[in-house]
């Protein structure tokens, strides 16, 4: 019995640890008005997006959406950071799957302006 629960505890941390590996962390900084990453390209795959607010003086946020399509419907919600960041802090999203494409991502509370973020 005791060989059991051991590999099902190996078994499960495995499977936790892949799960927890499977996405590749997209790093972008927030100044007052704009990201300082002008563009992003990507390999499609299953991403976080982490959110740095450099000494903006409010809280900042995220969004994600198809190119041309930036209607709120069409956010990525995925996308969206969990918290919002506040001033000197950084937040994530949740886990997002991206396809091939074109994107454009930015912050409404900011604002910025739309910047393009293409999946090959």
Known sequence: ???VIAILVV???FSFNANAQDAKTVALEQTKGEFTQKS???SEGTYVFEITNSNVGKDVGFVLAPKGK???KDHIKEAYVTSLAKNNTTSSS???TLKKGEYVYFCPLNPTPQYTLIVK
């Open 1 to 3: 019995m005791k060989k």
């Open 11 to 13: 078994i499960l941390s």
């Open 40 to 42: 992003v390209t990507l």
């Open 70 to 72: 930036t209607e709120q």
């Open 94 to 96: 949740k886990k997002v």
